[in-house]
């Protein structure tokens, strides 16, 4: 006699093609209790791969830190931002001491970045969710170094429609990694997964 499997299945529990065929239980073999008040709550990433657990507090706390790097790495995008729209600059106010010692500090930016990396990143005792945006605030951060490449080879213009142009990208960059930042941080204290247009994919491949 064909032994019979035991579920605990919430009432309304979907099993789909795409489930992994080690869970898909076919109906014969499946008993549901409905008694049961035991709720497992997982999650399935179809970018990951496997079933993980709801994120905890302390892994939600964490995987928003590393965000704060490509913040205050953006600030000097928003220069010309902060002395046109003055409300910009008080909305950062409560940010600039922190900022102050980090940019401070000799080679801070790249201590944080490696240690990041290697202390976070490449640390399998972290989750997959702190390790995922961890990643992804290190690839935002590599992005906002590339303009900066580009000035050291092309002298900003200083006059006319060149420095207007200028002057709007520096500001939309700004905007832009604020954007996501919030976004990332924001997302990690809710327990969901922040997904960056291209840089998610590639944070994907780090981690695997």
Request: glycine share 6%.
């Amino acid at each position: 006699m064909q032994a019979q499997t035991f579920c605990p299945l919430r009432r309304g529990t979907h099993i789909s093609a795409n489930t992994p065929r080690r869970l898909a239980f076919r109906p014969s073999q499946v008993k549901i209790d409905h008694r049961s008040s035991i709720v497992v709550h997982a999650r399935y990433s179809a970018k990951g791969g496997g079933w993980t657990p709801t994120p905890g507090v302390v892994d939600r706390v964490v995987a928003a830190l590393p965000y704060i790097l490509p913040y205050f790495d953006s600030v000097a995008y928003g220069r010309y931002l902060f002395h046109i729209y003055p409300a910009a600059r008080a909305a950062i106010q409560p940010f600039l001491p922190a900022m102050s010692l980090y940019h401070s500090l000799p080679f801070g930016s790249f201590i944080v970045f490696f240690g990041l990396y290697i202390g976070v990143v490449n640390n399998a005792r972290f989750s997959r969710f702190v390790r995922f945006n961890a990643v992804q605030a290190i690839l935002l951060d590599i992005l906002l170094a590339l303009p900066r490449l580009l000035e050291t080879v092309f002298t900003p213009p200083t006059s006319g429609w060149g420095a207007q142009l200028y002057i709007q990208s520096q500001s939309f960059i700004w905007v832009f990694t604020t954007m996501w930042v919030v976004y990332g941080i924001a997302s990690s204290f809710l327990g969901q997964w922040a997904r960056i247009p291209f840089i998610a994919e590639a944070a994907d491949q780090q981690i695997r």
